[in-house]
């Protein structure tokens, strides 16, 4: 029985549109730049950004949008991207992000699964939609996230009803009520990339994301403030863009988009220009932007702090950052499952390493922030030590951590409530986490286990290297070992004595790879990481029979 105490503290159900809400009163000058999809720097500040979501959510009523209706966006990190953010999830509509990157089948799955009613789409994406249109009998129009003036007759020949953001926000007042509803309403809706399987979907809740949102902003993960310009590359249709676009209004960063230029001149430009002093990527496009740095013997004097996560991240790109342009790179873990789940941090004793220590503990995934529960189990689910070596199976648990996927049936978690993240990690005496591979990645070579990120992250040392994939394919003898894949830097051709040396200096004998292939590009998923997909499909037989399935 609960006793009720007099004197307690207020109780608040918090809805996220607070956050904006804060951000327009107290930091109403703070602003969100973006690159434009129409083309040209777009600003606004906090202040003018809320009454436009106020007119977004007038809208939503308007189009006869209900509580609790999953609504698409499908678009890049923009002014109006956010807006809807703020303005669906605000409404107790759902902010379901697409991310336009995906197969035509895997899009149609996830729109027809969600039951989206309206998707908010960036013109860049009509065709990736129209594709399947035929396809999605539950999608009732589309809101085109652009002006009059970019509208195209195309557009309006679409066999569903066709709006233009612009012109819906114009009709609509500057003052709206916002419903007051439980915490633990949801708010949002990403699924993950379905790398086996189908799809699956996220939801978040107001109090998800508000705690996940209040916790990473701490000094050792994201250590916002108001003084920070911090530009978002991550997209927000990725893993819910890490939760940065939750966490910087709410401290009255200044927020800075790139919107569809992701290539290295473009990010190196906006952050000069804008000057940044933190960011986020996925290790793939950072790779970008250290090419353009490198070819144009440029610095990036503003930017700090560099976060990176989505998959590892090389030692040497944390030592090429700190030693040539004196940015730290913040290596960190998430999963759509949990948004952010660990990043390293600066521990006192890291002081007193050398850099090479130092360098070997940052490139781990790190530590958990409060709230964020994490333990490594063998195969009987048996508790591993905390010391560097064991690695067993990643679990996580709490009020961050997904219960369920959207319309399962079955709990996701264990019986003490533990999901499994489908990771292998090690955590060492001081707590930093080092994921070793993902569970099906892993090289099963004899009776003894490589990991592939391991041979990856030496390979890519060898400075004529651009990006390199460990697989284990199918050996006669060992049942499996490693093949490794490279794209070579452009004007170089490295042999492949050389890049075997490079691992060596790092990797006993029997880890080597057995073969070394070059291809020309890379195959990505969806959220910019190696697809090993494909090259399995394409590689398996290759250490066999030599064969190549096209
Ligand atoms: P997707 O399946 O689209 O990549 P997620 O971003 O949710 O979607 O993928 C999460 C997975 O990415 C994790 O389970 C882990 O395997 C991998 N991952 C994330 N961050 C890292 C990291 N820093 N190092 C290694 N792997 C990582």
């Known amino acids: 029985m609960t006793t009720v105490v007099p004197g307690l503290m207020q109780k608040k159900q918090f809805n996220i549109i607070n956050i904006l809400q804060h951000a327009s009163i107290w930091h109403g000058n703070s602003e969100v730049v973006t690159n434009s999809v129409e083309g040209g720097i777009h600003r606004i500040n906090y202040f003018d950004l809320y009454d436009r979501t106020c007119q977004l959510s007038n809208a939503l009523s308007t189009l006869g949008i209900n509580p609790g209706d999953r609504i698409g966006t499908m678009a890049w990190n923009t002014w109006r991207h956010l807006e809807c953010w703020y303005g669906l999830s605000g409404f107790g509509a759902i902010c379901h992000t ?123 993960l994201f250590g916002l403030s108001a003084s920070d310009s911090f530009l978002q590359i991550v997209p927000m249709c990725h893993a819910n863009g890490w939760g940065l676009p939750h966490n910087v209004p709410m401290v009255g960063g200044k927020l800075v988009l790139p919107g569809p230029f992701m290539d290295g001149k473009s990010l190196f430009e906006l952050m000069t220009a804008e000057k940044c002093n933190k960011t986020c990527a996925v290790p793939t496009v950072m790779t970008f932007l250290q090419d353009y740095l490198d070819s144009e013997n440029l610095q990036i004097p503003y930017m700090s702090d560099i976060y990176i996560g989505g998959s590892a991240v090389p030692q040497s790109m944390i030592e090429e950052f700190e030693t040539k342009y004196d940015a730290a790179v913040k290596h960190g873990w998430g999963m759509t499952e949990l948004v952010v789940g660990t990043f390293n941090c600066n521990l006192p004793f890291m002081k007193e390493l050398s850099f090479e220590q130092r360098m070997k503990l940052l490139s781990k995934q790190g530590r958990p922030a409060f709230g ?146 070059f291809i020309d590009e890379m195959p990505l998923t969806a959220t910019g990481k190696i697809d090993k997909k494909p090259l399995r499909i394409k590689f398996n037989n290759f250490l066999i029979k030599g064969e190549i399935n096209e």
């Not at 086996?196 to 996220?202: D, I, L, Q, Y």
């Not at 689910?381 to 009020?399: E, I, N």
């Not at 090690?426 to 004899?446: C, L, P, W, Y």
């Open 98 to 220: 697409l991310n336009p990157r995906l197969f035509p089948d895997q899009i149609e799955y996830i729109v027809n699964h969600a039951e989206n009613r309206f998707i908010f789409i960036d013109t860049t994406f009509i065709p990736v939609i129209e594709n399947v249109l035929d396809k999605l009998p539950k999608l009732e129009g589309l809101i085109v996230m652009t002006d009059q003036e970019h509208m195209t007759d195309d557009m309006q020949k679409l066999t569903i009803p066709v709006y233009c953001y612009e012109e819906l926000l114009e009709a609509e007042s500057k003052s709206f009520d916002w419903p007051v509803f439980s915490e633990d309403t949801a708010s949002s809706l990403c699924y993950t990339s379905g790398t086996t399987g189908n799809p699956k979907g996220v939801l978040y809740s107001h109090a998800s994301n508000l705690n996940h949102a209040m916790v990473i902003s701490h000094v050792d």
């Open 372 to 517: 964020m529960e994490i333990k490594i189990v063998d195969d009987d689910g048996k508790s591993l030590p905390h010391d560097g070596v064991a690695f067993g199976k990643l679990m996580a648990r709490g009020p961050r951590v997904i219960e369920r996927y959207y319309k399962a049936d079955k709990s996701a978690l264990d019986s003490n409530g533990w999901f499994d993240t489908g990771d292998v990690s090690t955590i060492d005496e001081n707590g930093f986490m080092q994921i070793t591979d993902r569970a099906k990645d892993i090289i099963k070579s004899g009776g003894e286990w490589i990991s592939s990120v391991d041979i990856e992250n030496s390979a890519v040392r060898h400075p004529e290297v651009q990006i390199a994939a460990c697989l284990g394919v199918k050996h006669a003898k060992w049942e499996e070992r490693p093949l490794l894949i490279v794209v070579k830097k452009e004007g170089f051709n490295p042999t492949k004595k050389s890049i075997v040396d490079v691992i060596a200096q790092e990797h006993a004998k029997w880890q080597l790879p057995d073969e070394i292939v």
